[in-house]
């Protein structure tokens, strides 16, 4: 099918690329003016900014507290960006349609960016706070611990997944990843959508490279798994994954890639490709009814929670 013709309007206004160097900080606060007043949010009964006191040193995080009856388990999210973009705020409509979609508490995560902060200081704030979590009894509650992230997001999802893994540290139930970028090698040859989707959909292929520099420049080496963990040679005894990828995304055939050794690898995993669709259209436009759909498989995921 085409592209939703609601993403389609959206996409006839923006400008070409004109190859002009990338500003974190002009792209950050152009980022942060298009954020809704609180009074325009989603309401739920309880959204609390506090810090994490980790081991990676204290993280800013976002607490979400659904409407309604007795909890059901704790998300863990990381927002996307490119490892370089995004706040608790710029993701904040997401990770409150989490919370009342699922019935989980959700804990956002604002880790340190790139190029300000090198590799691996937002992985290691993203897992020191799913460390912490587990201390809270508060939040956990006895219920699911899943993890998920949106783009850069679902990257440190793999990643935190394949470090808790290696520790002996299996509390984390499950690993839900929205169209993630998980091979940071961007030859084009690699991966079909990265020609099929190169032009014309939000992301384009030639900004891959530099988009991502700011993290790849601080040490983030391609070839590391944590950096690309579609690049970890034993994907076994990973938690359970959903996987949601785009249609019109080059990064869509990685995504599924990973599914599909995630599958050989023994691990239940469910990967559903959303037509019609462009990267990151959780954050932009979750609104449009069919694909507001994500959050409900994301409860059915973690165990048939149903809206509220």
């Not at 980790?54 to 995080?61: E, K």
């Not at 690898?265 to 037509?275: I, L, T």
């Amino acid at each position: 099918m085409p592209i939703h013709h609601e993403i389609a309007k959206v996409l006839s206004t923006l400008p070409a690329p004109d190859g002009s160097p990338l500003d974190p900080a002009a792209m950050r606060a152009h980022e942060a003016a298009q954020v809704p007043p609180p009074e325009q949010r989603l309401p739920l009964p309880d959204v609390v900014d506090s810090l994490a006191e980790t081991d990676a040193g204290p993280v800013p995080v976002r607490i979400y507290t659904p409407t309604g009856s007795a909890q059901h388990g704790l998300i863990i999210y990381f927002h996307g960006g490119a490892f370089f973009l995004g706040s608790l705020d710029t993701h904040d409509h997401v990770a409150r349609a989490l919370a009342k979609e699922t019935g989980h508490t959700v804990v956002s995560v604002g880790y340190r960016l790139a190029p300000e902060a090198a590799f691996p200081a937002g992985l290691d704030d993203c897992y020191a706070v799913v460390r912490w979590a587990v201390e809270q009894e508060q939040l956990l509650g006895g219920g699911n611990l899943a993890i998920a992230g949106d783009s850069s997001g679902g990257n440190f999802v793999a990643a935190v997944a394949a470090k808790a893994h290696d520790d002996g540290f299996h509390g984390i139930t499950h690993q839900i990843l929205y169209y993630p970028s998980l091979d940071l090698d961007f030859d084009v040859d690699r991966y079909a959508s990265l020609r099929d989707n190169a032009e014309g959909f939000g992301l384009e292929t030639a900004g891959l490279a530099p988009f991502n520099a700011f993290y790849l420049d601080g040490g983030a080496e391609p070839a590391n798994p944590l950096v690309s963990p579609l690049k970890r040679e034993d994907l076994g005894g990973l938690p359970p994954a959903l996987i949601i990828t785009a249609e019109f995304d080059p990064l869509r055939d990685e995504g599924e890639l990973y599914g599909q050794r995630l599958a050989e690898a023994g691990v239940e995993v469910s990967v559903s490709r959303y037509a019609g669709a462009n990267h990151g259209f959780v954050q932009h436009f979750s609104w449009i009814p069919e694909f507001h759909k994500v959050f409900a498989e994301t409860a059915e995921f973690l165990g048939g929670r149903p809206g509220l």
